[in-house]
């Protein structure tokens, strides 16, 4: 018998049909929709008078454009506040389960599948967003999809696709003190850059994410696509499985057992190929952080940025590009760097694993004067866990204020943008070009970091303050 890696093991038995020198049919067991992506695809099937194939495998939820404040009103924005009743509208139409603006369960698409347990190991998860990669934490092929392919998984449950190569990343050691999974996943991607992935779907082995929790082997995954990668996947496990039990829509009694006998299969076999491998070592990775426009220009905190001269020369017009927007100098340090702004939040960072760290962190401290700080929870069910657990009130007492689920200033397409020309530490995933609002400095960076430096007011290594 042929060994497989987790990968093939799961899109093997997914595949409908195999287009001869072509893509395949594969059959989509969870399709995630939200307000942006999906009215046109709802279009699509009106004018083809189709209806939604199987309804009941699509989960629909507000959160990219929805205000973060005042979330009970109506919604100010014209745009946003007609997808969000688009959505409302089609979901209704079609019978799909719908977590809207105030229902308890309503957050980030990324974030609610997971807590719910839709999110489950060796399923293929979809979404009409880039960062679906999240769901692979589990053990799923999960990737993001364009509008039109949102309108083909609801006509048909399927979707076509080429089959990706497949990478190997193994990370073994034990992690410093005070490094987090996001730094992990920062430092893979400024050693391989950010189309170093490009082509593959990428699984991550070795200890250090092995002694991950659920929500950091979350955030790792969700950083898949920022190297290029067409997804990201680790194998389940104890850790996989004692994070589902109990789950509302995670399997119950003798279909939890009949799915944890399948679940335990799910893992690359000893002796299967992969087209690429790569390894890493824990001792050396540090806190990071990004200094320029795309997520695979990073450095230790405590590095310095790179001099042209040790930039290839394909690639100097771009940095020196990416420099001037930045407003920082070839070969300086990003340490002492002042800031205007702090986010913590989005689909990467906005759990609430993410929330105790920076509540943990700010305990008997008090934000600086001249940060503006958004704490910014993944989903409902984060937020009232943080007001359980006394997050908020230490939050507030530190002299934060949290706002109400969404994506926030992850992307911009709500209220909550960054000011041209300020400085923002974000736990988010992306550092593009005007991705926090017209002409804002975007630098990425791990909870704890960020709320380091929203206590100093400046860039700090988080292990020495």
């Known amino acids: 018998m042929t060994a497989k890696t987790l990968f093939d093991k799961i899109w093997d038995t997914h595949v ?44 629909a939820t507000a959160d990219h454009n929805v205000p973060t404040i005042n979330q009970h009103l109506p919604i100010d924005d014209e745009l946003s506040r007609f997808q969000v009743n688009k959505l409302t509208e089609n979901c209704e139409r079609h019978g799909i389960t719908l977590y809207g603006l105030n229902h308890p369960y309503q957050g980030i698409v990324h974030v609610i599948g997971p807590q719910l347990g839709l999110t489950q190991p060796g399923m293929t998860i979809v979404c009409g967003d880039s960062h679906t990669s999240t769901h692979g934490a589990f053990g799923s092929i999960a990737f993001g999809i364009g509008t039109s392919e949102v309108e083909m998984v609801l006509a048909t449950q399927c979707i076509l696709q080429l089959k990706p190569k497949k990478m190997r990343i193994t990370v073994n050691g034990q992690l410093q003190e005070n490094v987090t999974p996001k730094d992990v996943i920062l430092y893979i991607i400024s050693q391989i850059s950010a189309s170093g992935a490009t082509g593959y779907f990428v699984e991550y082995a070795g200890e250090v994410f092995r002694n991950m929790t659920m929500e950091g082997r979350m955030t790792v995954c969700n950083m898949s696509i920022e190297m290029g990668a067409r997804g990201g996947l680790i194998a389940p496990d104890e ?87 930045m407003g920082f100098e070839n070969g300086e340090r ?80 709500n209220d909550d943008k ?11 995933n992306r550092n593009f070009e005007g991705r926090q609002g017209p002409g804002a400095r975007t630098m990425l960076a791990s909870p704890l970091t960020a709320a380091a430096v929203a206590v100093a007011g400046k860039i700090v290594d988080p292990r020495t303050v």
């Open 334 to 413: 990003i340490i002492g760097k002042p800031v205007d702004y702090v986010f913590i939040g989005s689909c990467t960072n906005g759990r609430i694993e993410d929330l105790r760290a920076v509540a943990a962190y700010v305990k008997g401290k008090k934000k600086a004067d001249n940060i503006t700080a958004w704490i910014v929870p993944g989903s409902k069910q984060v937020e009232k866990q943080a007001i359980e657990e006394g997050i908020v009130e230490v939050l507030e007492a530190a002299g934060f204020k949290m706002r109400q689920p969404g994506c926030s200033a992850c992307l911009a397409m």
């Open 16 to 59: 409908v049909n195999q287009i001869e020198g072509g893509p395949s049919v594969l059959y989509i067991d969870r399709h995630l929709i939200h307000e942006v992506t999906s009215p046109q695809a709802f279009s699509g099937l009106e004018k083809r008078q189709l209806s939604v194939f199987r309804p009941e495998r699509t989960v």
């Open 239 to 325: 850790t996989t499985f004692d994070y589902l039990k109990g789950k509302e829509f995670a399997p119950h009694g003798k279909d939890w057992d009949k799915a944890l006998s399948y679940w335990q299969t799910l893992y690359s076999d000893e002796d299967a190929q992969f087209d690429h491998e790569i390894t890493f070592y824990a001792s050396d990775i540090e806190p990071m952080i990004t200094y320029g426009t795309n997520p695979g220009m990073g450095i230790k905190i405590t590095g310095s940025i790179p001099r042209l001269a040790d930039i290839e020369e394909k690639e100097r017009l771009s940095f020196s590009k990416s420099m001037q927007y």
């Open 418 to 428: 960054i000011p041209k020309g300020k400085y923002a530490v974000s736990t988010s």
